[in-house]
């Protein structure tokens, strides 16, 4: 879960701006782990099911400290970003020339319509009969689960570029790779950037997912081999540091678009 | 230099089709500065698409320097109302002006001649800004830029000023009318300003309603250089005004109301006086 948003404080001072966000988020988490601890001590859940808090932050802080955890941590990242990477080379071309060209959209839409909406783990038989109990199976699901949303981020994208803009530019007689290249590219970046973070979210899950239930290497199997060992403050710390993931991603993304949409209304008070 | 010949415009849509433009003819001289002004909605945005080659007429068309034009030919260039949306945020100043230039210039080519534009609107200091940290005169100037660093022959206007203060765009007019005259560019503006139609032309042509035609054309004859205080104060300024203010509230008026005030001239009052 991200942090408190700060747009409460946007009348108060830089200062207390810069630090009301973290602060709040921390507070956040303290009163998470009080409610983890007061359940658990209370008899809601059992500790027999679920370990105390202090026991999984001690032994997130030794899984930290152990070299395999980090292989597993790259390998998910692997199967993740190998698939988003291969979903965005998919959906951002296809997606500029289905926005562009009309009847090409209107060819491709009951196809894409159709695909959307399949599930990623309904292809886990499918990406097993392919390639089996290998990175491969999840990199497939990740590729899958992201070109659809990211295909219909770009196609809005598209559409939503000035018209004016777009005269304009037929007006200085650019050409129609220039048009795209300077013109509706640029203009539907924001609507990819929202798309690529939204995809961010969605390969994270699928790698995990999908290492899970194929047993393909990655954080997923680990998780699951600590299920299997009983090893509960393991798999519980597991557990956080995918979700820890989450919010780094989708801190890094936010960052990617402050830095390359600075142009856009949403962002211009956000550089000084 | 430009002539549109029998150009018209229609639309074909649910409800049948709507002449937008119905066979207009008129042609602007080399260096002349020709406006058109018309009644709101008469379609005057589509004839300049039209005669740029932006839209497709539906019969007709125009013909720069006796070449018919379908698409915005090399020596024209256009300055769209809308200056925010025509200016593209993801570049500075000098990246939208340089942009029209990628096809024919290098690089370096392309500073120099962005640069130059650039000082010629007067806004060598704002280089490296993006077009929304300027004020709204100032944007279209970029605008204005853009389309100078092009260095056409003709340019077309479409509501430039439309969207600033008043004294924005008074210091707008005399700086188009300056590059003009020191470019040496034949100049066709559409607006629905009357005053700036008069300020600024050599002559005008008034258009009637939808489907629009030309109602009227007139050589405004004023001396130049011209002058938002003296030209402006002019007897001759006025009634020219007064002039084209009478026939574009004529040209607004539905026909039925013609035929009604037709009707009230003939009944004789019985006098007061």
């Keep these: ?272 | 230099m430009l002539e549109v010949v029998g150009l018209s415009k229609e639309y074909h849509g649910a409800n049948g089709s709507t002449t937008a433009i119905a066979e207009l003819s008129f042609s602007v001289n080399e260096l002349e500065f020709v406006s058109v002004v018309g009644p709101s909605g008469c379609g005057k945005t589509t004839l300049l698409k039209c005669i740029s080659g932006l839209l497709e007429p539906s019969s007709g068309g125009s013909l720069l320097r006796g070449v018919k034009i379908v698409s915005p030919p090399e020596a024209m260039a256009l300055v769209f109302q809308d200056y925010a949306r025509s200016l593209l945020p993801w570049l500075t100043v000098s990246g939208n002006v340089g942009l029209p230039l990628r096809r024919k210039h290098a690089a370096a080519e392309r500073q120099r001649l962005a640069d130059e534009a650039l000082k010629a609107v007067g806004l060598s200091a704002f280089l490296d800004h993006y077009p929304w940290q300027l004020s709204g005169g100032m944007q279209q100037r970029v605008a204005i830029a853009r389309a100078l660093a092009c260095q056409p022959r003709v340019l077309l206007l479409d509501e430039p000023f439309a969207s600033v203060d008043a004294q924005t765009r008074a210091e707008l007019e005399d700086l188009v009318l300056s590059l003009r005259s020191r470019f040496d560019i034949t100049v066709l503006l559409v607006t629905h300003d009357i005053d700036e139609a008069v300020y600024m032309s050599d002559r005008i042509v008034v258009l009637t309603k939808q489907p629009s035609t030309i109602r009227d054309t007139l050589d405004v004859g004023l001396p130049w250089p011209r002058d938002q205080l003296t030209t402006k104060a002019m007897p001759m300024f006025s009634s020219l005004r007064a002039h084209v203010y009478r026939e574009i509230v004529e040209a607004h008026r539905p026909r039925h109301l013609d035929a009604a005030v037709a009707d009230e001239q003939m009944v004789v009052r019985p006098g007061v006086s």
């Excluded at chain 1, 089996?132 to 981020?153: D, E, H, K, N």
């Excluded at chain 1, 795209?180 to 969605?202: E, K």
């Design chain 1, 1 to 272: 879960m991200p942090p408190a948003k700060v747009g409460g404080a946007r009348a108060r001072s830089g200062l207390d701006r810069r630090w009301a966000a973290p602060a709040l988020g921390a507070l956040g988490i303290v009163l998470g782990l009080l409610a983890w601890e007061l359940a658990i001590v209370g008899g809601i859940v059992s500790e027999l099911d679920v370990p105390h808090p202090a026991a999984v932050v001690a032994e997130l802080g030794s899984l930290l400290g152990g070299g395999e955890f980090w292989t597993q941590l790259r390998q998910t990242m692997t199967n993740a970003g190998i698939g988003m990477a291969i979903a965005t080379a998919i959906a951002v071309p296809l997606g500029m020339v289905m926005g562009t060209v009309q009847p090409i959209r209107v060819a491709l839409g009951p196809v894409v319509e159709v695909l959307r909406p399949v599930p990623g783990i309904a292809l886990v038989p499918l990406a097993i009969v392919v390639w089996g109990p290998t990175g491969g199976s999840t990199i497939f699901l990740v590729a899958f689960g992201c070109t659809w949303p990211l295909l219909v981020q770009t196609i809005h994208g598209v559409q939503s570029v000035d018209d004016v803009a777009i005269m304009t530019a037929r007006s200085f007689r650019l050409s129609g790779l220039s048009r795209i290249r300077w013109v509706i590219f640029p203009g539907s970046l924001p609507y990819i950037a929202t798309g690529l973070r939204i995809c961010a979210a969605i390969a994270l899950i699928v790698a995990v997912g999908g290492e899970l239930i194929i047993g393909t290497p990655g954080l997923g199997t680990a998780i699951r081999q600590a299920q299997d060992g009983l090893a509960l403050e393991e798999m519980y710390a597991l557990i956080v540091v995918t979700g820890m993931l989450g919010i780094a991603l989708n801190l890094a993304f936010g960052r990617l678009e402050r830095r390359f949409l600075k142009w856009h209304p949403s962002q211009r008070g956000a550089h000084r």
